[in-house]
C-alpha cells in the first residue's frame, strides 16, 4: 500500500507547479521570459490607459468644460447687460433708440441660445443642470415683465416703473445668482478636468522602471551563466522599454507644463476677466436702476458702492486682472486701459449722482445714457471693450497652449503600446536562443 508520503508527492498543488516550471535550467529560463514578457505588457497596458484618460481629460478641458465655464460667463454678461439696457431703454422716455433696442435683442437671444447650447451639453447629473432648467424657465418671463414696464411707460402709465425695477430685482437677487452658480459649476468642473489632465501617471512610471530593472538583472545572470555580453533580444527589449518609459516621462511632463501655462496665462486671467465685465455690468445697471427708481429707495446707490468696491477697490477684480496679466505686455496694456476708464466712470458717475441728488434729473439722465465723450455711457464702453480685447487675447493664449498640451501626447499611447509589446516579443526570443543552445 503506498504511503501517505507518496500520495503526498504525487498530488498537484502549487509546489508541485513550481517544481516542475523551475525543474531545469531551460525551464527556469523559459518560466522567467514568460514573467518578464508579461510585466512588459502589463506596463504597456498600464500605460496606455494612464496616458489615455489624461489624453481625454485635456480634451474634455479643451472641447467641454472651458468652452462650457466661457459660455457659462457669456451667459451672466447676456443677463446683467440686458438689464442694463432695458433701463437705458426705459430712460429715453417712450424714445428708445434703435441701438439700444437691437442691444436688449440681441442680449435675450444670445442668453437663450447659450442656455440651450448648455442644455445640450449637460447630462441629468451635471451640478449645472439645474441653474440651467431655472433660467430657461424664468428669462422669457423677465422679458415678458420688460415689454410690459416699456409698454406702460410709453402709455404714460406710471405703473411702468414700478414694473421694471420688479423685473430689474427678479434678475438681480435671483437670475444673477443663478447665473453665478451655473459658472461656479462649470469652473469648478474645469478645475477638475485640469487637474486629471495635469497628473503624472506615477503608477506607469513606477512599473516601467521596475520593467529595466528586472531586464537589466536578467541579463546579468545570462552573462553569467554563458560569458556572452550580449543578448540581441533582451537587448532589444531593454531599448524598447528604456524609450516607452522616457517618452512618458518626457511626454507627460510636457504636457503637463503646456496645460499648467494654458490655465495660469489663458484659463485663470480669462476668469478675472469674466468676473470684472459681470461686476462692471452690475455697476451700470444700478446707476440706471438709480434713476429709474426717482430717488424712491437708496439701494440702488448702495448696490453701486458694493459692486463698484468688488470690481475696483483694493484687491478688486481689476486689480487681481492686473497681477494676472503682469507678464503678458497685450492684456496688461487692456486692463491698464480699463482701470483708466473705470476711474473716468466713477468721476463721472459722482457728477451725475450730485446732479440728481440736487433735483436736477434731466442732466443726471443725460450725465448717464447721454451719446457724448464725457458721459458715463462712455466710460462704461471703453472699459467693457478693453476688458473684451484683454478676453479675446486671454482665451486665444488658453487654446494655443491647451493644444500643444494635448498634442504632446498625441502619439503616446499607440507607440508606447507598440514598443512594450516589441520588449516582450525581444525578452521571449532571447531567451528561447539561449534555451536551444541545451538541445
Known sequence: MPSQRGRQDKSPGAGGLTARLTATPPRRLQTGAVLLALLALLFGVLTVWQVSSRSAAADNVVNHSQPLSNDAAQIF??????????????L??????????????NDIATASQLLTKAAAQSGSGDPGQQWITKLNAELPVYAGLVETAKADDRQGIPLGGAYLRYASGQMQNQMLTEAQNLYQAETKRLNSDYSDARSLPWAALGLGVILLVVLVR???????????????????????????????AVGQTVSSSYLADSDTKGAAPLQMLNQ?????????????????????????????????AKLAGSGGYLAQAQSNTSGDAT???????????????????????????????????????????G?????????????????????????NLADSGRGATSLLAPGAGGLT???????????????????
Open 421 to 439: 509589446v516589441l520588449a516582450a516579443a525581444g525578452v521571449v526570443a532571447g531567451v528561447n536562443r539561449r534555451v536551444a543552445e541545451y538541445r
Open 375 to 399: 458721459t458715463i455711457d462712455a466710460a462704461f464702453t471703453s472699459l467693457k471693450g478693453s476688458l473684451d480685447t484683454a478676453a479675446a487675447h486671454e482665451q486665444d493664449q488658453f487654446t
Open 331 to 373: 492684456a496688461q496694456q487692456a486692463v491698464n486701459a480699463a482701470v483708466a476708464s473705470f476711474h473716468s466712470w466713477q468721476s463721472r458717475h459722482d457728477t451725475a449722482h450730485g446732479a440728481n441728488q440736487n433735483g436736477d434729473y434731466a442732466t443726471a439722465v443725460n450725465d448717464t445714457i447721454g451719446s457724448g465723450s
Open 92 to 105: 429715453q422716455a417712450g424714445q428708445e433708440t434703435a441701438a439700444v433696442r437691437t442691444q436688449y435683442d
Open 77 to 90: 454678461r447676456s443677463l446683467a447687460d440686458a438689464d442694463t439696457t432695458a433701463a437705458t431703454g426705459f
Open 276 to 308: 470684472a465685465e459681470i461686476e462692471a455690468l452690475k455697476c451700470r445697471a444700478a446707476e440706471n436702476l438709480n434713476l429709474v427708481a426717482r430717488g424712491s429707495t437708496t439701494a440702488y446707490e448702495t448696490a453701486w458702492d458694493a459692486d463698484s
Open 218 to 248: 536578467a541579463q546579468i545572470r545570462l552573462f553569467r551563466s554563458t560569458n556572452r555580453v550580449f543578448n540581441l533580444g533582451m537587448v532589444l527589449a531593454t531599448a524598447c522599454a528604456t524609450i516607452a518609459l522616457l517618452w512618458l
